[in-house]
């Protein structure tokens, strides 16, 4: 019963952080979209302005996410594992050994010891 308590508290805002993940692949990828060579010359210092508070705004969001124990599953060169990815697809890359995660496609998060989200990945295939 003590457990149950104890899981109830520590995963009860489970499916809100789902829901905040959405929000969190939004402003990622509204930052990715912006040139980098927008950014680095003085044309237009209102892109830059917004750009840069994109990224505070996703770099606050990460941190309430950390302080509330729920954390990014970045695994770009790890071992596949299939409690904390999902195999979009394999490739072949040479030098790479099989099994192990070439594309991350989408980030995972993991609140506590628990896969939230997998992280969408592609894998390296064994060559032939």
């Known amino acids: 019963m003590q457990r149950q308590i ?7 805002i489970q499916s809100f952080c789902k829901d905040l993940l ?19 010359n003085d044309r237009n210092p209102h892109l830059k302005s917004l750009y840069d508070g994109l ?17 990014q599953i970045k695994p770009l060169g790890e071992k596949f594992d299939p409690n904390l990815h999902e195999a979009l697809f394999e490739q072949a890359v ?13 980030i995972g998060y993991r609140l506590h010891e628990r896969t939230v ?5 592609g894998v390296v295939k064994a060559q032939k």
């Open 94 to 106: 040479e030098g790479k050994e099989p099994g192990t995660v070439a594309v991350v496609t989408k």
């Open 22 to 40: 959405e929000v969190a692949d939004i402003l990622q990828r509204a930052t990715e979209t912006v040139p980098e060579d927008e950014l680095s």
């Open 117 to 121: 989200r997998p992280a969408l990945v």
């Open 55 to 71: 990224c505070m705004t996703e770099t606050q969001l990460q941190k309430v996410f950390r302080s509330h124990g729920l954390t």
């Open 6 to 12: 104890a899981d109830a508290k520590q995963f009860g």
